[in-house]
Every structure is written in structure tokens, then in C-alpha cells.
């Protein structure tokens, strides 16, 4: 599920995980040391945006 917030999107970590070809523990991981931060929606969702996806695909180059 893609949601757009002020015309910014946002992806579901399971989205996000398949985008950067990663696993979700990953995620989890990269979250914690700041390499891609989540936002979370309500206390239950997070999710990444799309810049921040790009950023980080444009480093792994």
C-alpha cells in the first residue's frame, strides 16, 4: 500500500523491503543505526518514503 501525504510517498516496510531487495530484519536493523528511518503514521504503521528509498538506492549504486 502506497499512501501520499502533502504529495510525498510513502511505502509499507514490506513495499520498501522489496524495493531495496532486503529483509524486513534489515529494515529493522537500518532503522536503528539511522541509515533509513521510518515514519511512523499511527502507533501501529510505519512507513518510508520515497525520497529517502531513493537516496539510499542512489548509494548502493
Known amino acids: 500500500m502506497v499512501i501520499e501525504i502533502d504529495g510525498?510517498?510513502?511505502?509499507t516496510r514490506k513495499e520498501t523491503a522489496k524495493l531495496l531487495n532486503v529483509s524486513l530484519a534489515t529494515l529493522t536493523r537500518w532503522s536503528r543505526k539511522g541509515i533509513l528511518v521510518p515514519v511512523k503514521i499511527s502507533p501501529r504503521k510505519v512507513f518510508y518514503r520515497e525520497e529517502d528509498i531513493k537516496k539510499l538506492l542512489r548509494k548502493q549504486g
Not at 510525498?8 to 511505502?11: L, V
Open 8 to 11: 510525498e510517498r510513502y511505502y
